[in-house]
């Protein structure tokens, strides 16, 4: 569980979609500094994604939320031929949420935004997967082994938190009620800057803003 201890800052994982915007707002709201991080590893959305994410974080600015910090982690070596590096064969929306699995992606995100805490003296890492999450790496076991495996190889200690871990997706978007979702971005095949409105994360970000009855302020290219 997050510490309620407001003097220290907590780092939250941002993608610049629905989950982790939500996250970063909701500590916020319960008067956390958090410390955002975005890896930037190169995949087909990211040149919408991460300008989404800082147009995002610059509504919500308040005292407590510190400068992103943008650590890169080029992956066009490790998944070449890859759909997400491609933009070719990208889950549309009737593939399953298992299409979108991207190998070894928590372990990979997690690992240089945990050495950047245990270097800065932070001791906590939040990162915003769902109950109803289908990817093992998204689980609370796996969180605990890395975190086992980090601290005994790091320079400090840091608890990995999922605070989102027992929720569904209409209790996190309820908790996004009041916060400015129209500037997150969760496509994973923009057209000309904007959602696709064809792909898998579109069709979930359609269905997300349904649950909770809020006009979907999206604009897509389709």
Not at 60 to 65: A, G, K, N, Q, S
Not at 124 to 139: I, K, N, R, V, Y
Not at 156 to 172: A, H, I, S, T
Not at 206 to 221: H, K, M, S
């Amino acid at each position: 569980m997050i510490s309620r201890s407001h003097s220290s800052p907590v780092g939250v994982l941002t993608s610049g979609g629905l989950d982790s915007c939500i996250l970063v707002g909701d500590l916020l709201r319960q008067e956390r500094t958090v410390q955002p991080f975005y890896i930037r590893t190169g995949l087909t959305w990211q040149d919408e994604e991460l300008p989404a994410l800082e147009r995002y974080l610059a509504a919500v600015r308040t005292d407590r939320l510190l400068s992103l910090v943008t650590l890169d982690l080029p992956l066009a070596d490790l998944y070449t031929g890859h759909w997400s590096l491609t933009g070719r064969g990208t889950p549309d929306a009737e593939s399953p949420d298992e299409a979108v699995f991207l190998p070894g992606r928590n372990a990979l995100l997690l690992v240089k935004a945990a050495v950047y805490c245990q270097l800065h003296g932070i001791t906590q890492l939040a990162l915003a997967p769902l109950g109803t999450s289908p990817f093992e790496d998204a689980g609370p076991q796996f969180l605990r082994e890395f975190q086992t495996a980090m601290n005994r190889g790091g320079t400090g200690c840091v608890e990995l938190l999922r605070p989102f871990g027992q929720m569904n997706k209409r209790q996190v978007m309820q908790l996004g009620n009041e916060l400015p979702l129209q500037w997150t971005f969760s496509c994973i095949h923009p057209v000309r800057g904007l959602h696709c409105g064809k792909c898998n994360k579109c069709a979930e970000r359609q269905q997300a803003f349904g649950l909770v009855g809020r006009l979907d302020p999206t604009e897509y290219a389709a």
